[in-house]
């Protein structure tokens, strides 16, 4: 397997990188492995994200959920979001199948971006194309900027903010 990485420095960010990140991915017919903003990954979250193979009923998985999503009470394992619902694109892992999807939907007439949010997009897009995703349990990623890239001049609210990260990957049967 071929492992491409594409790095862009904040400066080059362009407000909404997702579409590239997964044109990337579709062109390479594998699994895309979509990381965005500052974030810390528990210790052995990359192997772990890179090697998790996303179940056939699902179009991608979250590997970030915010405190507004998934608590420190949650078991262990996959939650199903609601189609549509994905919010706080940190860290996901997107198959082939939804990749295609996405980049579809980009064809659309009438498509539009929302401007500096590729959440918003790419939940309209999960909607109309029907693909479905759920949110990994523990969350591998926790978002450490002080800010967003969608407010600027916003100090991140802790709900944007995943649970402390209190894990060592070495789980297997999740």
Not at 26 to 44: R, T, V
Not at 96 to 111: C, E, N, S, V
Not at 125 to 143: G, S, Y
């Amino acid at each position: 397997m071929t492992l491409r990485i594409a790095a862009m420095t904040a400066a080059s960010m362009r407000p909404n990188t997702s579409p590239r990140a997964l044109s990337i991915g579709h062109e390479l017919g594998a699994p895309a492995l979509c990381l965005e903003d500052d974030i810390e990954m528990a210790p052995g979250a990359l192997q772990y994200m890179l090697d998790f193979t996303v179940p056939g009923n699902l179009g991608f998985i979250q590997f970030f959920a915010s405190r507004a999503q998934v608590n420190r009470s949650a078991e262990p394992g996959l939650i199903r979001g609601q189609r549509g619902s994905s919010r706080f694109l940190q860290a996901n892992k997107y198959t082939t199948d939804a990749m295609q999807k996405l980049l579809t939907y980009q064809k659309r007439p009438g498509y539009q971006e929302s401007p500096q949010s590729a959440d918003q997009t790419i939940g309209r897009a999960c909607v109309e194309m029907k693909i479905d995703h759920a949110i990994h349990v523990p969350v591998m990623v926790q978002h450490v900027g002080e800010v967003s890239k969608n407010g600027k001049h916003t100090t991140l609210p802790w709900w944007k903010k995943a649970e402390e990260i209190e894990c060592r990957v070495g789980i297997r049967g999740l």
